[in-house]
């Protein structure tokens, strides 16, 4: 009869368990991204009365005889599939539509990621979630109220700009197309860097600056744009000072080249009349979007002189998770980066931080990297922080970045996976499952009782 008590209280216990995660699954129905959990029984040992036999030619086997003792919690399972959308209205909130969680850290963990084969270790310092509640605080980083920031990869320019031109001269002399080039990708499309790094605004220069117009060649042709920036000015003696420019030309069918001038002028040549019409030379204050820079195996580096950019208009892709926004100072809509995105073997084995957050530990399988949609190959993205080549066309050290089916959605978050209608069946499923527990209980005292009360 002892037996049949110990049970019952083991029952109890299991059944307190399962009440402790259904109580905290109801507790969280509108905490968003949250995921339910479900605890799963087990019996506990048994105790063999009779073993079992196998027969023999004159009689038939025997089954064993066994009497369990209760029950324990064998597993308590997470449900990590995809949650109900809720609409904020917040352009920077966000919801992953399928596998996957985003990266958010320190600004320093970024350090870690050399693009060694110990990448794969060191990403698990990164933190998961599910929960897009983002925003570009005043830092001009891209993270999470509490601190952490967003880990992805940052634009640093455009295809056709200085530091990523369309063609390069080989040793023929010859313009051939850049190795480095993505195939399709077109004249001022990002160029984005391969490092997994915080996700946060460009910098810009503002320097005053000259515009000067020529007049057009033709009578239905365009004027022709220059903006001229003083790099440094200096004293020849005699009186003489030298000037030296940076020019940025437009032409008429909207390509930009740079190049530079001296002149002994504080101000640019007005240009020559054509057929009549005067050139003109306008005085402004010109600012630039200065991207930060890849330098592979040093990191990305960036101006610390120069202030960061202030942009209206975030939006960020459903798509392919490219963020843009509209520069104040340029008014150009500019690209600054992609949101990257994390994948694990096993979904439902990462480790629960609490506060929404998770870690890749044992039982989740390899961490790797992703992006939404496109393609990574495309957007440049093939590994990270490593050497684009190892001198054989394939990528060197470092951590492939793979292309992910699944979808972003902007405006709004994930809804909490509670099943508030299915756990408040389990609540009265398990508030019965105690109250039969109890009265074995009390049945077992009652006949300890009488057994005790035999001899009077």
């Known amino acids: 009869m002892t037996g049949a008590m110990y049970a019952a209280i083991a029952g109890l216990r299991t059944h307190m368990q399962n009440l402790n995660v259904i109580g905290n699954n109801v507790a969280n129905v509108n905490t968003n991204g949250y995921k339910a959990s479900r605890a799963v029984f087990k019996t506990s040992l048994y105790t063999t009365l009779t073993g079992g036999s196998n027969g023999t030619p004159v009689m038939g086997g025997t089954n064993p005889s066994q009497i369990g003792y209760g ?21 920077t909130d966000l919801m992953l539509d399928g596998d996957g969680f985003f990266l958010v850290g320190d600004k320093e963990l970024a350090g870690n990621f050399d693009g060694s084969s110990e990448d794969v270790g060191r990403l698990t310092s990164l933190t998961l979630t599910r929960v897009g509640d983002f925003e570009f605080k005043a830092d001009g980083y891209f993270g999470k109220n509490d601190g952490n920031v967003v880990y992805g990869f940052l634009c640093v320019g455009k295809w056709g700009d200085e530091n990523h031109p369309m063609t390069i001269t080989d040793g023929n002399n010859a313009q051939v197309p850049n190795p480095d080039l993505p195939a399709g990708a077109k004249q001022g499309d990002p160029v984005f ?4 790094v915080p996700i946060r605004f460009p910098r810009v220069e503002s320097v005053e600056a000259y515009t000067v117009t020529t007049p057009a060649q033709t ?12 790099k440094s000015q200096t004293d020849e003696g005699n009186g003489t000072i030298t000037y030296t420019w940076e020019v940025r030309t437009t032409n008429d069918q909207g390509q930009t080249t740079t190049a530079e001038q001296t002149t002994n002028d504080p101000v640019p040549p007005t240009p020559p009349a054509v057929d009549g019409r005067e050139g003109s030379v306008v005085k402004t204050t010109s600012a630039t979007i200065v991207y930060p820079k890849d330098e ?14 202030q942009f209206t208009g975030i939006t960020v892709d459903p798509v392919t998770g490219l963020i843009t ?3 104040n100072d340029t008014k150009e809509v500019v690209t600054i980066g992609c949101v990257a995105v994390g994948f694990v073997t096993n979904p ?11 870690k890749a530990g044992p039982g989740s ?3 790797t990297i992703g992006i939404l949609g496109g393609n990574a190959e495309a957007m440049g993205l093939t590994h990270v922080n490593s050497s684009k080549a190892d ?22 978050l994930e809804m909490s996976k509670t099943d508030l209608a299915q756990e408040i069946a389990n609540m009265i499923l398990t508030q019965r499952g105690y109250q039969a527990n109890t009265r074995i209980i009390t049945v077992t005292d009652s006949m300890l009782e009488e057994l005790v009360n035999m001899k009077r």
């Not at 860097?193 to 997994?196: H, I, P, Y």
């Not at 592979?296 to 950019?309: D, F, P």
């Not at 439902?348 to 998770?358: A, E, I, P």
């Open 219 to 230: 009578a239905t042709g365009e004027p022709t744009t220059a903006t001229w920036i003083l």
């Open 325 to 327: 926004g509209t520069s």
């Open 193 to 196: 860097s391969d490092q997994l």
């Open 365 to 367: 399988g390899e961490l």
């Open 296 to 309: 592979g195996a040093a990191g990305i580096t960036e101006n610390e002189e120069l202030s960061r950019g």
């Open 391 to 412: 001198g054989t066309g394939e990528p060197a050290d470092g951590l492939r970045i793979r292309t992910s089916d699944t979808k972003m959605l902007s405006n709004g």
């Open 71 to 91: 029950s324990n919690v064998a597993t308590v399972d997470v449900d990590m599939s995809t949650g109900n959308y809720t609409v904020t209205g917040k352009a």
């Open 348 to 358: 439902n084995g990462v480790t629960n931080q609490g506060d929404n957050y998770y």
